[in-house]
Nanobody
Framework: QVQLVESGGGLVQAGGSLRLSCVAS????????MGWFRQAPGKQRELVAR???????IYADTVKGRFIIFRDIGKNTVYLQMIGLKPEDTAVYYC????????WGRGTLVTVSS
């Protein structure tokens, strides 16, 4: 199994920036995807961004041009750089690992005030 620990959430004003980090540990497959999902109150969890071990990225349309996902393979860490934050970005952000198994982090809260 793979364990994931997120950090970097917090309170920020609209237009501000945050960087989320997720460190993976355990039985990490050489080929895997890592990504970020988010869940706002009363809504379903949704994909924000994903990156493969080869560096291929995908983004939700709502965050394209504002969020960037990147990873440090050597540190088993994936990052989500968020700029131009909006109140509608407020949610708990979860790190996700997809290899032979799927793992989730516990989440980190991002709150964007208007």
């Amino acid at each position: 199994q793979v364990q994931l620990v997120e950090s970097g959430g917090g309170l920020v004003q609209a237009g501000g920036s945050l960087r989320l980090s997720c460190v993976a540990s355990g039985n990490i497959d050489s080929i895997n995807d890592m990504g970020w999902f988010r869940q706002a109150p009363g809504k379903q969890r949704e994909l924000v961004a994903r990156i493969s071990s080869g560096g291929t990225t995908i983004y939700a349309d709502t965050v394209k041009g504002r969020f960037i996902i990147f990873r440090d393979i050597g540190k088993n860490t994936v990052y989500l750089q968020m700029i131009g934050l909006k109140p509608e970005d407020t949610a708990v952000y979860y790190c996700n690992y997809r290899g032979l198994f799927v793992s989730w982090g516990r989440g980190t809260l991002v709150t964007v005030s208007s």
